[in-house]
């Protein structure tokens, strides 16, 4: 079983400021990695994935994210928000060997809201 | 392409109540998976349905049902309404063929038990 700890609940940030929000994992077996936006009324957009190869993985909207193995952590980056990018965003995993065996079972995060003030 | 389509958006009904959720995934796709999200948190797997059979299920009781029809599109049935199954409810689909397929998530079933 797989488990994520999204570290803080709400990220209050200026626009144009940077931005990191943090996802911690917990998996006995290899998993692969995920954010996902979720704006106001709407479902969820993936933002970015890790699957394997480089531990730096650039998404949509300018945001990057960098998978580290030894701290168990998928952080979520931006270098200057807008005020658009007010919304809520999700951290899930999901594991690889029933990814290729009995399809995809994300398992999420609680959630981190980041608003982006003038 | 109209991508993944949920309805109703909102429903409210009674506690004991049984409640139908329909899904259509979006084109191509014939893999469709449903998800809770309680206020507040992240979305919880309820189960996945793939050739019209379930695949794989989340730590849901047997209240929660599906099925998956010839054309891909979904129905979710909750049985026996609780107050806790106060929820939104998410829809997402992909194609078979491992994580390289993005899936995509509908915009979501908004449902209140009172």
């Known amino acids: 079983a797989q488990s994520v700890t999204q570290l803080d609940s709400q990220v209050p940030v200026f626009e144009e400021a940077p931005v990191e929000l943090r996802c911690n994992y917990s998996s006995s077996v290899s998993v692969y990695l995920f954010w996902y936006v979720q704006y106001p009324n709407q479902g969820l957009q993936l933002l970015l994935k890790?699957?394997?190869?480089?531990?730096l993985v650039k998404g949509i909207n300018g945001f990057e994210a960098e998978f580290n193995k030894s701290q168990t952590s998928f952080h979520l980056r931006k270098p200057s928000v807008h005020i658009s990018d007010t919304a809520e965003y999700f951290c899930?995993?999901?594991?690889?060997?029933?990814?290729?065996?009995?399809?995809?079972?994300?398992?999420f995060g609680e959630g981190t809201q980041l608003t982006v003030n003038p | 392409d109209a991508g993944v389509t949920q309805s109703p958006t909102h429903l409210i009904k009674t506690r004991g109540q049984q409640v139908t959720l329909r899904c259509s995934p979006k084109?191509?796709?014939?893999?469709v998976s449903w998800y809770q999200q309680a206020l507040g948190q992240g979305p919880q797997f309820i189960f996945q349905?793939?050739?019209?059979?379930?695949?794989q299920r989340g730590n849901f009781p047997d209240r929660f049902s599906g099925h998956q029809f010839p054309n891909y599109s979904s129905e979710l049935n909750v049985n026996a309404l609780l107050l806790g199954d106060s929820a939104l409810y998410l829809c997402?689909?992909?194609?078979?063929?491992?994580?390289?397929?993005?899936?995509?998530f509908g915009p979501g079933t908004r449902l209140l038990v009172l």
């Open positions: 084109s191509g796709h014939d893999t």
């Open positions: 899930a995993v999901s594991d690889q060997e029933s990814e290729e065996t009995s399809g995809s079972r994300l398992t």
């Open positions: 349905y793939y050739e019209e059979e379930e695949r």
């Open positions: 997402a689909s992909r194609v078979t063929g491992g994580p390289r397929e993005t899936q995509y």
């Open positions: 890790y699957l394997s190869g480089s531990t």
